[in-house]
Each structure stands twice: as C-alpha cells, then as structure tokens.
C-alpha cells in the first residue's frame, strides 16, 4: 500500500505511538491501525489534523466498520473511545 507523503509525516510525526513498528515498517500500518491508534491515544490536535489529511468521512468510515465487526474478532478501542466517536460521528459525519 503506497502512502502519501502527508500521511508518511504523520505517522513519522506520532512514532512514539507506533513503537512496535520500526521506522521504516512504520509507513506500512493499516489504515484501520492508524485511525484507531490516533482515536485512542492521540491528542485533540492529532486528531483534528488526521482529520485533515485522510477526512472526517473517511475517518468515521473505518471506525465503524472496525467496531462492527463480529464479536468474536474484537476491536481495541477504549470502551469510553468507541462511546465518544459513535455520537461524533453519527452527529458530524453523515
């Protein structure tokens, strides 16, 4: 998966936040990976300027395709996180 230099500089920018993955394997986490680990851990700034470079619509697509998923194949979001997001988007990302 290529990614864009703007996406590339963020997660560069957040390595703290994706410390199992080196530097150069950084750049290959999933976008699944990417928006739950900003939701979850990341500041209100990371997350308005994730919401900038992947958009709001997008953002909110994959976090409710993650959290909907079957019970079995549990997601990581914070229980108070999903709560969180549910209500944002399902007010602000129609």
Do not use: C
């Amino acid at each position: 998966m290529e990614r864009t230099p703007e996406i590339k500089k963020f997660i560069e920018d957040h390595q703290e936040l994706f410390w199992y993955s080196p530097p150069p394997k950084s750049e290959t986490v999933t976008d699944e990976l990417l928006v739950e680990t900003i939701l979850n851990y990341g500041q209100l700034n990371d997350i308005r300027k994730l919401f900038n470079i992947v958009g709001q619509k997008n953002v909110a697509a994959i976090f409710f395709d993650e959290i909907k998923k079957s019970e079995r194949r549990r997601n990581n979001y914070n229980e108070l996180t999903a709560n969180y997001f549910t209500l944002f988007f399902n007010r602000y990302a129609h």
